[in-house]
């Protein structure tokens, strides 16, 4: 005897297609369940900070999704060439980026770049923060934070500072201080911060940014005078060093944040999962050692979050670049 099929009601019809929807959505993140690997693309050169983060959450990110992780180093034009790729890259979480905030300065920096990092990239999560360390050089004779600004509004221009390169953090981290402060110093660019710290240790350069990481042996050494911290409170690190807020001339937080982005059109489940993913590993306190040792702070949010904290630093970068009129030149 056949029995006759019961008619579907609207409501279950309606819960058929919304789970048919999620099922086709995930589809091609379980089809690559332990088959395809993810591809961590760093936008710099091995031994970045950059670079030590996606080594460190590589393993982590392995063993909870169970699928292999790879870093990729693709350098080249301040982030933009990895940057790129990652954006037009297939949405399916096989391929993730590991940046910086340069990323977000870079919109205001290259007004025609092929990509919009806040459309074309997707937030995954916060990784850490890091700190900038602000150091003279000891032929300088600069000896404080408040030295340096006295002397910079005595003799305009005469003093100089170095950066790894135009619109890097360290870069932007000295135009804001010379726009809070009114006061003028010349920059001298260099391909990278090997070079830019060979010549402040010989004298050529008066002051520089320069992560904790870099500037710590050699400030230990007394081969550099450290006269402030980028954050808001001294690092353990270096107790001893004020930050920078203790000028009072408004907000001179330049830490920089690091985090992991997806293609935009990444399905919000891959997104989600690998969120969770790297909750779990930053709170791992052989990762939170591994961070600290580099002057990074293990950070995590949710998309969302991460999201609003990009847009909100893309807003205050593109402001200070207009009014500095930097370029990328």
């Known amino acids: 005897m056949t029995i006759p099929l019961l008619p579907r009601s609207p409501a279950l019809r309606r819960r058929q297609i919304v789970l048919g929807g999620l099922a086709a959505v995930a589809a091609p993140w379980v089809r690559a369940q ?41 350098p080249g034009a301040s982030g933009n060439i990895g940057t790129q790729e990652v954006a037009r890259a297939t ?78 953090p360290h870069h932007l981290a ?43 042996q050699q400030v230990k050494a007394g081969k ?18 004020p930050p920078l807020s203790t000028l009072n001339v408004g907000n001179l937080n330049v830490d920089m944040w690091y985090g992991v982005l997806a293609p935009a059109g990444t399905p919000k489940p891959v997104i989600d999962r690998l969120n969770k993913a790297l909750d779990e590993i930053l709170k791992d306190p052989a990762i939170k050692t591994a961070f600290e040792v580099q002057g990074m702070t293990p950070a995590h949010d949710t998309p969302d979050e991460f999201g609003r904290l990009m847009a909100a630093d893309a807003k205050r970068w593109a402001e200070l670049i207009k009014a500095q009129g930097i370029t990328a030149q």
């Open 34 to 74: 332990g088959d395809a690997p993810i591809r961590l693309v760093v936008p710099f050169t091995p031994g970045t900070g950059i670079d030590m983060i996606a080594r460190q959450i590589g393993p982590g990110l392995t063993s909870r999704l169970n699928r292999p992780v790879f870093v990729d180093n693709k």
């Open 174 to 216: 000295m135009e804001l201080l010379k726009n809070r402060a009114h006061v003028s110093l010349t920059h001298i660019s260099y391909r990278g911060t090997a070079p830019a710290v060979t010549d402040m240790l010989g004298g050529q350069i008066d002051v520089m940014f320069l992560p904790i990481h870099v500037a710590l």
């Open 224 to 241: 550099l005078k450290a006269l402030a911290i980028s954050s808001d409170k001294a690092n353990p690190l270096l107790p001893d060093v």
């Open 91 to 168: 949405p399916d979480g096989s391929t993730l980026l590991v940046s910086v905030n340069t990323l977000v300065m870079n919109a205001a920096l290259y007004p025609g770049l092929p990509f919009n990092p806040m459309t074309d990239l997707a937030p995954v999560s916060l990784t850490s923060w890091g700190q900038l360390i602000l150091v003279a050089s000891l032929k300088s004779k600069i000896d404080s934070l408040q030295g340096l600004i006295a002397r910079a509004k005595k003799e305009p221009g005469a003093l100089n500072y170095g950066s790894p390169g135009a619109g890097t």
